[in-house]
């Protein structure tokens, strides 16, 4: 169980709108924090928001919603909505140097999502541990990716060491704040 299906109705038609409504819902979060945006002048990479909202996504939605919205939000970007980081659209951005976190996004969701579901959010140390995980393969997605664009000598320095301490900060946010919900909620056990 994740937050989500705390108030998943239980009647199909009204589960499927409102499975539909976190999923685009979860989109539109990703696309505001991908807003929150800091260019870094040695990388093609920004500094931005989307991955507390990957990390969250998966573990508030699952991981069939939490992945559904990450790859609406891809969706989105692509039909030309200027949901990307800078207010970026179009196919070319999956084509770019930060395509490898995006589609590391999914992943990431899929997985966190599936840790949720079996109950890592509710504790700090698995919490942690789910967020980590789910950090490190955007991390790893983002870096084969960018390999394409960066000498070999230069994707940790322009795809991953600046971003660690932000990542650092996000993933302490969600290792408090998922285990607090569900305590707060009365379901931590």
């Known amino acids: 169980m994740t937050y989500a299906d705390i108030l998943r109705p239980t009647l199909k038609r009204q589960a499927l709108l409102y499975d539909i409504s976190l999923v685009l819902g ?16 040695f990388s093609p990479v920004p500094i931005t928001g989307q991955t507390l909202g990957v990390l969250l996504l998966g573990a508030l939605l699952g991981r069939w919603r939490g992945s559904l919205a990450i790859l609406a939000y891809i969706t989105e970007g ?58 490190a393969i955007i991390y790893l997605c983002g870096m ?4 394409n664009f ?10 991953v060491i600046p971003f660690l301490p932000g990542a650092m900060i996000k993933i302490a946010l969600a290792t408090l704040l998922l285990p607090a919900g569900w305590k707060f909620l009365g379901r931590d056990k």
């Open 144 to 147: 084969v990716w960018l390999a």
């Open 26 to 41: 979860g989109s539109l979060l990703l696309a505001l924090l991908a807003q929150l945006e800091i260019l870094l002048p």
């Open 150 to 159: 960066v000498p070999a000598d230069k994707i940790l320095m322009s795809g």
């Open 78 to 135: 692509v039909a030309g909505l200027p949901v990307f980081a800078g207010a970026a659209a179009g196919p070319v951005v999956l084509f770019g140097p930060t395509a490898g976190y995006i589609f590391g996004f999914v992943i990431a969701a899929f997985l966190i999502g599936m840790l949720a579901e079996k109950g890592w959010d509710r504790k700090v140390w698995t919490a942690s541990a789910m967020m980590i995980i789910g950090t």
